[in-house]
């Protein structure tokens, strides 16, 4: 798969997470930039295209051990890098050497962002800018650099996602009232799901696409979807709940 992308080789290439795949996208960007990957609209109902933004949770929580000498640094520590003044350190390095703020944005010296550009791994090896991604505030980062703190061959997908942003803090952790039953039929729903859409993109005519319709929220019924639903719109009420308290 790597090389494929490195070379072009993909019509249509899908993926959940572009942030864990910079580099395959740099070596074919950096071979022909005009025949570099972009974002393209694809294929939707008559629903408007969305994509899930940040929620009120984050994915990763951070932990002091018992055998932790002085808890407070380390509190301190972890609170300085999710700071602004702790994002340009972690993320862009030393002001006045690594990079100067003009106009309020962050602009790394040629040399650091000419290897970025270029060699993201070998930027990653050399300087470590970014590492700390398990405490990284985005929303400083993106205050800080924009667009440029992507590598070009990122650039306009990550730009072209903006429009399809919605906030997703109503349904965070939906899921956590489903019992294990409820898990077992949504993923068999899911399965059924991706079969059928599979046939639906070969689909001859409307018709068939409705049979294939039917065939399959039939599926989704005998498998306690309503069970399903209910759990999760009582995820979806707490969380509204909670939302309200801070208006």
Known sequence: MQAKISNGSYFAYINANLNADPYTLTNWYNLD??????????????????LEGPSIAGWTRTFIPKSCTNPQKAMELVTYLVSEEGTKVAYFGREGKDYEIVDGVVK????????????????QKKYGFGETYMLQNTANVSRLSGIEQFVPALQQ??????????????????????????????????????QT??????????????????????????????SIMEARNKAVAEN???LDKFK
Do not use: H
Request: a negative charge; glycine letters at 2%; one cysteine or more.
């Open 33 to 50: 930039p005009e025949k570099a990957y972009i974002a393209v609209k694809g294929p939707s109902t008559d629903r408007p295209a969305t």
């Open 108 to 123: 790394q010296n040629d040399e650091i962002k000419d290897l970025y550009n270029v060699d993201p791994v070998a930027y």
């Open 240 to 242: 509204c709940e909670k």
């Open 197 to 226: 859409f599979a046939s639906i993109i070969q689909a001859k005519d409307d018709a068939e696409v409705d049979t294939l319709m039917k065939e399959f929220t039939d599926f989704r019924d005998m498998n306690k979807y309503d």
């Open 157 to 194: 997908i990550k730009g072209w996602t903006a429009d399809y942003i919605v906030s997703v803090n109503e349904t965070f952790d939906k899921d956590r009232y489903m019992t294990a039953e409820d898990k077992r039929n949504w993923e068999k729903i899911n399965t059924q799901w991706c």
